[in-house]
C-alpha cells in the first residue's frame, strides 16, 4: 500500500497520560500536515512541515502538543498530560510541493485513515 | 482567525439532480481553493481545485469562484446516491499578517443526500 498510513488507528487513554501518534507519508512526498477533525467540523490545521523543517504550528494550539519529522519522511505527534477536550480524530496528510503547477499553496493533499483519540 | 464558511445542511437533492454548495471566505489574500468529499467515517479525499476566477469542469463536477465576492462554490450534474457524503470547502492562506507559509483554512462542511 503506498498511501498515507497512520499508527495506532484508535488510542484510549486516560486523562493525563501522554500519547504519541505516527505517520507515515507518500513515499515521494516532501509535505505533511496534521490535523484535529471532531464531529461535525471539518479538519482544523494544527502543524505543518516541508521535509524535516517544521514551518507552521497554529497559534490555537496548546504548548501540549508537539510534532517531530526528524528524517524528513515519518512524523509523530506527541500530547502530553491529555484532556478530555483532546478526544477527537487527528488526520495526518502529505502532498508533492509543486505537484499542481507553481502557484504557492499548490498541495493536493492525500489524507491517511486517522487516529481516533479517545480520553477519559 | 481566518475562516471559511458553509452551510452544515444537509442539502437533500433527487438522484439526477443538480447539487449546488457553497463556500464564503474572510481572507482576500487566499489563493487556491479546493473540494474534498468525506464519507461518514472515512478521510477527506480531493474532489477539484481551483485557482482563477470563473468556472472548471471536471466529469460531473464544476468549481466556481469569485474573488470578488469571495466566494467558491461546487456543482455535482447528474447527483447520484453515491455522492451522498460531506463536501468540506478548503481555502489556502497565508499564515500570518507578516507573512509565512500557505496554510489551509477547511470549512465545517456541508452534508449532501441524493435519495433514489
Known amino acids: 500500500d503506498t498511501g498515507v498510513s497512520q499508527d495506532p488507528r484508535h488510542k484510549i487513554t486516560k486523562r493525563g497520560q501522554n500519547v504519541t501518534f505516527r505517520c507515515d507519508p507518500i513515499s515521494e512526498h516532501n509535505r505533511l500536515y496534521w490535523y484535529r477533525q471532531t464531529l461535525g467540523q471539518g479538519p482544523e490545521f494544527l502543524t505543518y512541515?516541508?521535509?524535516?523543517?517544521?514551518?507552521?504550528k497554529s497559534r490555537l494550539l496548546s504548548d501540549r502538543f508537539s510534532a517531530e519529522r526528524p528524517k524528513g519522511s515519518f512524523s509523530t505527534l506527541e500530547i502530553q498530560r491529555t484532556e478530555q477536550g483532546d478526544s477527537a480524530m487527528y488526520l495526518c496528510?502529505?502532498?508533492?510541493?509543486?505537484?499542481?503547477?507553481?502557484?504557492?499553496?499548490?498541495?493536493?493533499?492525500?489524507f491517511g485513515p486517522g487516529t481516533r483519540l479517545t480520553v477519559l | 482567525q481566518k475562516e471559511v464558511e458553509q452551510n452544515s445542511g444537509p442539502l437533500s437533492v433527487p438522484e439526477g439532480a443538480i447539487a449546488s454548495l457553497n463556500c464564503t471566505y474572510s481572507?482576500?489574500?487566499?489563493?487556491?481553493f479546493f473540494w474534498y468529499r468525506q464519507y461518514s467515517g472515512k478521510s477527506p479525499e480531493l474532489i477539484m481545485f481551483?485557482?482563477?476566477?470563473g468556472d472548471k469542469e471536471d466529469g460531473r463536477f464544476t468549481a466556481q469562484l469569485n474573488k470578488a465576492s469571495q466566494y467558491v462554490s461546487l456543482l455535482i450534474r447528474d447527483s447520484q446516491p453515491s455522492d451522498s457524503a460531506t463536501y468540506l470547502c478548503?481555502?489556502?492562506?497565508?499564515?500570518?499578517?507578516?507573512?509565512?507559509?500557505?496554510?489551509?483554512?477547511f470549512g465545517r462542511g456541508t452534508s449532501l443526500i441524493v435519495h433514489p
Open positions: 496528510a502529505s502532498s508533492l510541493k509543486g505537484a499542481l503547477g507553481s502557484l504557492a499553496g499548490d498541495d493536493e493533499q492525500f
Open positions: 481572507d482576500r489574500g487566499s489563493q487556491s
Open positions: 481551483i485557482y482563477s476566477n
Open positions: 478548503a481555502v489556502f492562506h497565508v499564515a500570518h499578517a507578516s507573512g509565512g507559509s500557505y496554510i489551509p483554512t
Open positions: 512541515f516541508q521535509n524535516e523543517a517544521q514551518l507552521e
